[in-house]
């Protein structure tokens, strides 16, 4: 067996950029111990002449790299930490594989020199090959290289300390993620070491960078337990996916908050769904690489995540399959939604569908719905609107109630003469059978007009007078006027909130989709009932007038308006549940008061009805309205009368 000396000579003829006599000489107090060790241990295994040799150019190697670029110090601080790994010191460790794993430190030492100003990233180096086994350091290195590359082609540099402070906020992220990849046991050392892998969690650690502050913990916490799971390229794909997320200008609309959570949401969903026993990514992979915009793609996970959540007996391929399927046809119906941007349409699609999904009622039935839904020719959110609520209502218990009480309204709306192909209009007859009886549902749809039962809560139905019909007994008379047109289903949100008003009115409900309607139906009620105490209209609006349908109720409707002035009490109180209905000084709220003589409650900006109080006489005291893309965000309430304005 050669002598270390004996070694020592061979080596030194081996390394031509290292001057003989200088490869120890220089650096042997720092270099003897770590050096010795190896030995050691290869003496223990009877290793060959060569095997040793092997490790001393590995080793010399090593020193060359550092004296070129100035890094002996960390280089010998990076061997000292391979020998103090836990696996080297075992007595089953095979000390042959020492060559490959010093050989691996050299592209640690040459990325140094790019974070020479930061103590920062020795800590985080030493701390990954410490966490790592030995025999990742190839894919450690390998994946230092390519986010060293990413970031000096992004034109990171370390000219200032501001920079470099920067950029180690950046790199700490995508330090934790590749050390917590190559120490997870469930992940394949050779996907650890894979360009495209290592590219993908660089990318996707730079895109939580850019998040707003609120949601980078939550992000970077989400995203670290997916690399916990069993995570590979094509889930790392779904995340790059979910981060890539730049559309935003198209919540930036009038004001409007960016929906900056989603990202989150849908990290959060990934997370649960790798672990969710037999669920394969593989499953969604044309969807991974399809035509799926990034405002879309965080929904598609969302959607997956609610089934996982409340049917988890429906995560299998045959419907992840049903519900990328059911997007394919949808999104391209979005993209002509003539009310909004393209992108935000689609994204709501998808909001509304895992509203649906998340129901607890719901069932295998509501899928053959949906897929009539994607069957129509004209695509309206308020579509899946009204399968949400009419799930949500609980007058179906299970799939096949859910199919029986379908057919009732498809047959009902064909003696109507309405149209038994829209699955909206099949849901709402259903509802009205099943909340007031075939009869009722009837009457009120002939006579006062009303096609959108699912908007009403059973009480309110229940109690509402048939224009036509016998005369009601006296008291405060309540007249609801809600507009046929309702492109996002927003008032199907509002029957629960309608509720406080029964018990407290005479009630009449009725819809019209022109002003004619509107008139006629005012002036009906008056001479059935006698004047109208209280007006509540529905429809989606601006300053200038509320949308009934093919017509709008407007600011140039002040004569029409006020013809029906004798149809009213003294002062009547007057609801609008109508977007930014008080936004300006001669917005239609102050239009109606001076007609009226009424007071009129309206919201100051786009919102939806939050909820109607009543003072101890029924009157209506207040009316509060929320945001409508934020509903925690309250909407100011303006009070005008023909008095004060």
Known sequence: MASKEVMEKKLNGTIPTIKPESLFA???????????????????QRSTDAEKIGLYQAIGKVLSIAKTTGEITFALQLLDTVMQAPEFRSNQFDPRKLPAWVSAIPKLVENRTFYRDSKHFDDVIMEIVKKAKPDKLEAIAAGFSQITKLYRGNGVTSETTAEMKAKMKLLELAFESLSMVWS????????????????????STNAIETLPSSEYAKARKAYLEILQGPVNSLILRMVERV?????????????????WDKPTTALKSIAKLIKVPGFRAEWMETTINGNFSNNEWPDIICLLDSIADHHPDLLVKEWVKWVIEFSVKMVPKANNFPKLD?????????????????????????????????????YFLAGLQSIWSFIKSGVTKNAEDFAARY?????????????????????????????????????????????????YPKELLEQTEVLGGARADKGKLLFMASGTADWNGSFYEDADKLKVLADNYIIVLTEMSSKNEFYDKVRRTAEQYGKINTVIINGHGNSYGVEL??????????????????????????????????????????????????????????????????????????????????????????????KNR
Not at 431 to 453: D, M, P, V
Not at 598 to 606: G, I, L, S
């Open 342 to 378: 393209r992108a935000f349409a689609r994204a709501i699609l998808f909001d509304d569908l895992g509203n649906i999904l998340d129901e607890k009622n719901f069932n295998r039935s509501a899928f053959q719905v949906l897929d009539k839904v994607a069957a129509e020719p004209t």
């Open 549 to 642: 349908g093919s017509e709008a109720l407007s600011v140039n409707n002040k004569d029409e308006l006020a013809d029906l002035r004798n149809a009213f009490i003294y002062e009547p109180q007057v609801v609008l549940i109508s977007c930014s209905t008080g936004k300006r000084a001669d917005s239609i709220d102050t239009v109606i008061a001076d007609a009226w003589g009424a007071e009129v409650f309206a919201p100051v900006d786009d919102a939806a009805l939050k909820n109607i109080t009543l003072d101890e006489e029924g009157i209506i005291k207040n009316v509060k309205y929320v945001g409508m893309w934020d509903a925690e965000e309250e909407v100011g309430t303006i009070r005008v009368n023909a």
């Open 184 to 203: 997870n046991p469930a992940v394949d050392p050779k996907i650890a070491g894979d360009r495209e892998f290592i590219l993908l969690l660089a990318s």
């Open 243 to 259: 981060l890539v997320y730049t559309e935003w200008d198209v919540f930036d609309v009038d004001g409007h908050v960016p929906d």
């Open 407 to 455: 057919k009732e309204g498809e047959s009902l709306a064909k003696e109507l003469g309405l149209d038994a192909k829209a699955s909206e209009i099949c849901l709402n007859l259903a509802y009205g059978i099943a909340t007031i009886g075939r009869e009722k549902t009837i009457s009120l749809n002939k006579n006062n007009g009303i096609i959108k039962f699912i908007r």
């Open 26 to 44: 220089t650096i042997a107090p720092s270099i003897r111990p770590i050096t010795d060790e190896m030995l050691k241990r290869f003496e223990k």
